[in-house]
């Protein structure tokens, strides 16, 4: 990762116009926003820029209206929220570029905040069309970029406007930026990485990637089954893909090449039925499962020397539940292993950085989000980034 500039770069912005790119991509239930957890992360930097005295127009989209108005999905859905969570009035524009944001503009004071439409209400929105480019910026005199989780979309709003006006990375775009450097980019020595969730088919490339950059891989979830059987073992029912154990095979042969250790369960917990606290529950060695058992979590043995190869290690990149972790008792090896990444960042040993959908929301459950150094809540992006690509969003700010 190359420097990009930071809010720090900007000069005098007093009644300038800054264009920015946010997360309003907010869960809601009949027109009204259940969780303001991305408003919440934008703050800092609206806010930031509204006491410098600039003019700020928020710009982001909500779901997938294709490049079309789709009444149900306008961001005049998210004012409320955002004026609650600012604490400040925010007026809402229907447009995203031409007279209307023109005038709007002109009745704007310094430090005052507006919300454009959706953006993909215009169809050279996901184009990343150059005359919708230049159609926005014509408002606007620089651009913030403070949306991490559409930074892997080559789109107008999340890349486009980066490469004709003056860019730089808001507050927490850039806190993401530096978490995942310091995670992958230019980590402290031995790294590890935990991959788990449901299927190796969904991470292929995370976990291809993953073998060349860390010392310890260690795998859970479903996708450790399909490991487990590609090396033979009987995996019963499970979850397993057993057309991909050619692929597991190589992405062993690929780690054993580039001296990554990949830790496998050699314990598991197992059961017939896939429910909460069923009657078969057991714990075996994954030697020992039954026809009719699958293995739902990672057994408690393993779990323990897992805490051990976290204790040597500096670094740790999460991403992926261990265990069916929504049912009990299918949660133990996500919650214990967790508090044990948590516990040692609290002791200041370990830089832990994780991400993914569930892994929010396995984290959250064991309690433990506050003592991660840093918890990445951006979905696709973060995986696209622990696959090792380049985010388009990201390179733009850095050009
Ligand atoms: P993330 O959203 O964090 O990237 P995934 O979507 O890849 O994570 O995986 C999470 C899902 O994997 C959860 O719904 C969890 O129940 C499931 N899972 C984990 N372990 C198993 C298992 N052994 N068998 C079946 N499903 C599992
Ligand atoms: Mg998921």
Redesign the pocket.
């Known amino acids: 990762m190359s420097a990009f500039k930071k809010l720090d770069d900007l000069g005098d912005v007093t009644g300038k116009v800054a264009l920015v790119r946010v997360d309003l991509n907010l869960p809601m239930q009949d027109g009204a926003v259940t969780d303001d957890t991305r408003v919440r992360a934008a703050a800092p930097t609206i806010l930031e820029l509204a006491g410098k005295g600039a003019k700020v127009l928020l710009l982001a989209h909500f779901g997938r209206p294709k490049g079309e108005r789709v009444s149900t999905q306008s961001l005049s859905m998210v004012v409320d929220c955002l004026q609650q969570v600012l604490g400040k009035e925010v007026m809402f524009v229907p447009e995203i570029a031409g007279p209307v944001v023109a005038q709007s503009i002109g009745i704007l004071r310094a430090g005052d905040i507006a919300v454009l439409e959706n953006t993909r209400f215009w169809k050279g929105e996901e184009k990343n069309d150059p005359e919708l480019v230049k159609a926005i910026a014509a408002n606007g005199d620089f651009y913030v970029n403070d949306a991490f989780s559409a930074a892997h979309r080559a789109h107008a709003s999340t890349e486009g406007l980066a490469h004709v006006l003056p860019a730089y990375a808001g507050r927490s775009m850039q806190s993401e930026l530096e978490a995942l450097e310091k995670a992958l980019g230019k980590p402290e020595r031995p790294v590890a990485a935990v991959v ?4 190796v088919s ?2 292929l490339d995370v976990l291809t990637h993953l073998v060349t950059q860390v010392d310890h891989l260690i795998i ?6 399909t490991f487990l059987a590609a090396r033979g073992v009987d995996v019963g029912k ?2 397993c893909e057993h057309d991909l154990a050619a692929t597991a095979e190589a992405i062993l042969d690929k780690a054993d090449a580039s001296g990554c250790t990949v830790h496998l369960p050699y314990d598991v917990v197992v059961s017939k039925e ?1 429910a909460a606290n069923p009657p078969s529950v057991r714990t075996c060695n994954v030697h020992e499962v039954a026809a009719d058992e ?4 990672v057994g408690p043995q393993a779990v323990e020397a897992l805490g051990d190869v976290l204790k040597t290690c500096k670094t740790l990149v999460w ?9 009990a008792p ?1 949660d133990q090896a996500t919650v214990a292993l967790a508090r044990t990444a948590a516990a040692l960042t609290a002791e200041g040993s370990l830089v832990s950085v994780a ?8 984290l959250n459950h064991a309690g433990v989000s506050a003592d991660f150094s840093y918890i990445s809540t951006a ?1 696709g992006a973060f ?1 696209e980034w622990m696959e090792g690509k380049e985010l388009p969003g990201v390179k733009a700010l850095e050009a």
Do not use: C, H, Q, R
């Open positions: 788990g969730g449901a299927k969904s991470k859970g979830g479903g996708m450790a089954n499970s979850l896939f699958m293995i739902l979590d991403n992926g539940p261990l265990g069916a972790f929504e049912m299918f991400g993914g959908g569930d892994t929010v929301a396995a979905g995986l």
